[in-house]
């Protein structure tokens, strides 16, 4: 069978899971999600089995720290994983939300309500957590879904996937609501993406490469999530020991995610206070300098010269961007140069810096007082994620439930007809 041929018959199966899905009621789908999260756990000796394995492929062929600790998995990710699928059992079921209605002066009733989408692909890197995120959220959200992992993932989504199976058959769904798209090269992701009709919306979750090829190449609508060149800027009248505390946070709590701060903005008028206090603080965790000429002059420690490409870098490691600006406008200038849309953050004491930025930057997420790790689904309070989207078309920042359903208008009449 041609790679083409598998990966339409599986969008197929998944095309009728869907039509039961789209009517299993809340009841229903709960249940298939804690046996989901059961079946998880009671398969955690062969997944773990299954990710060593992978682990070992990776650093074997020389894969970066960073990709390896989004791929490595332990009982307590497990753990969190089968939890995450409980947590969205507990939220509110958004098929069949009313999003707005009224009686028109004709007496026609008009509803607007959430939908399915119907079939979901999500084409991802390396986190096996995301196999499990995007089933759960997409069977509550009434989606079949056809997952694509990268290669280095392999044998721990397969695992992952036979497991969620288990745990939906025993909840009498149809097992193909999950399956993992069949065949190992880039030509079995095109035919994904060009799966018009069949699948009928994709969200790519991953770098700047895997995104731009999606959105580049598909004929299936794609909601774009984001790399994340996020940004911290300490304004003129920051309070300095938040400022520090935040950039920490920011950058070093876990660097390898989307919403890790990749560089580091300071006011001109705090900075011969600040940088040498955030050098020292970022130093103690690990991290890496990368600092204009007038911040490496005012670092009092060794900084790495930054380069034209520095800016417009995402990490995704112990390293970050650093600059002094003269102003408020200058940062924001920067920002709207070379950030991504994803997080932004400023430190300040001043409403009105506060204001001016929060209006002025165009980003997903902005942040004041905070830092950009609160950008996550689960912070939020909206469950797992799907992925943070960073474009502005239907759905914007941490993608849960309601973003993963359309909606109709329904028009209810007393044998109405139109003159």
């Not at 507990?90 to 607007?112: A, F, I, K, M, Y």
């Not at 044998?155 to 193909?176: C, E, K, M, Q």
């Not at 961007?321 to 200038?333: G, K, R």
Request: with cysteine; charged share 20%.
């Amino acid at each position: 069978m041609s790679d083409e041929t598998a990966v339409l018959d599986t969008a197929r199966r998944a095309r009728v899971a869907a039509t039961d899905l789209a009517v299993a009621s809340r009841a229903t789908k709960d249940a298939a999600l804690h046996a989901m999260a059961d079946a998880l756990l009671a398969a955690a000796p062969q997944i773990l089995e299954a990710n060593a394995a992978d682990c070992a492929r990776a650093e074997a062929g020389g894969t970066p720290p960073a990709i390896i600790d989004r791929l490595r998995l332990d009982d307590g990710r497990i753990a969190g994983m089968a939890q995450g699928l409980r947590d969205v059992a507990g939220l509110p079921d958004p098929v069949g939300e009313v999003v707005r209605g009224s009686t028109l002066p004709n007496g026609l009733e008009l509803r607007q309500v959430r939908v399915p989408f119907g079939v979901v692909g999500i084409i991802y890197e390396a986190r096996p957590n995301v196999t499990a995120d995007g089933a759960g959220l997409a069977l509550k959200s009434g989606n079949a879904v056809l997952l694509r992992g990268s290669s280095s993932a392999k044998a721990s989504n397969t695992a992952i996937v036979a497991a969620l199976r288990d745990g939906i058959v025993s909840a009498a769904l149809p097992a193909d609501a999950v399956q993992l798209v069949p065949g190992d090269t880039h030509d079995a992701v095109k035919h994904l993406m060009r799966a018009r009709g069949l699948v009928d919306v994709l969200i790519p979750r991953g770098g700047a490469s895997l995104i731009k090829s999606v959105v580049e190449e598909s004929t299936v609508p794609v909601i774009e999530t984001g790399v994340g060149n996020c940004h911290v800027y300490v304004d003129a009248d920051a309070d300095l020991d938040v400022a520090e505390r935040i950039l920490v946070n920011a950058k070093a709590q876990r660097p390898s995610v989307c919403n890790a701060a990749e560089t580091v903005l300071v006011h001109a008028d705090v900075a011969e206070a600040f940088v040498p206090r955030a050098v020292a603080a970022l130093g103690q965790v690990g991290v890496t300098v990368h600092g204009d000429a007038e911040f490496a002059r005012l670092a009092g420690a060794e900084v790495v010269p930054a380069t034209a490409e520095d800016w417009d870098t995402e990490y995704l490691s112990l390293d970050i961007a650093a600059a002094v600006v003269p102003s408020l406008e200058d940062a924001i200038t920067h920002i709207r140069e070379h950030g991504s849309g994803h997080t932004e953050a400023i430190v300040t004491r001043s409403q009105g810096a506060a204001r001016r930025f929060v209006a002025a930057v165009d980003a997903a997420a902005v942040v004041v007082n905070a830092s950009t790790r609160f950008t996550d689904g689960g912070e939020f309070g909206f469950g797992a994620e799907i992925g943070i989207s960073t474009q502005k078309l239907h759905a914007r920042g941490p993608m849960g439930l309601p973003e993963l359903t359309s909606t109709k208008y329904v028009v209810t009449g007393d044998g109405h007809i139109r003159g």
